[in-house]
């Protein structure tokens, strides 16, 4: 039983997110990718553990996972600094989406 709902979450689970892909709405209107354009599938090559193919496609993902759950640590725990902490991993992740924005248009 085990083997086959491990199965499903790493094969029909991930076949399953990659037909149901949600088009880029500002790709498809301007011609350009969005700041976000790549993150469905850095996910879906997570899933799959490809750690690095990830990276490549999306690198902001990572440091959105852990803002994320350090947020939701933080809601629980109530950290001494958690706000601090939370607003530099904002400006962190902000900046490394807007240098990999860049870097699509240079590159």
Same mark, same amino acid.
């Given at each position: ?43 879906? #090559? ?36 958690? #706000? ?15 240098? #990999? ?7």
């Amino acid at each position: 039983m085990i083997n086959t709902a491990h199965a499903f979450l790493t094969t029909g689970f991930v076949d399953w997110l990659e037909k149901r892909q949600l088009p880029c709405f500002y790709k498809s209107v301007f011609g350009l990718e969005c700041p976000g354009c790549g993150i469905q599938r850095a996910i879906i #090559a997570l899933l799959q553990g490809d750690l690095s193919g990830s990276f490549k496609l999306y690198p902001a993902l990572l440091p959105l996972i852990a803002m994320f759950v350090f947020l939701i640590a933080h809601i629980f725990y109530q950290f001494k600094n958690g #706000a601090k902490i939370l607003t530099l991993l904002f400006v962190f992740n902000v900046t490394v989406i807007a240098i #990999a924005y860049l870097c699509k248009f240079i590159v």
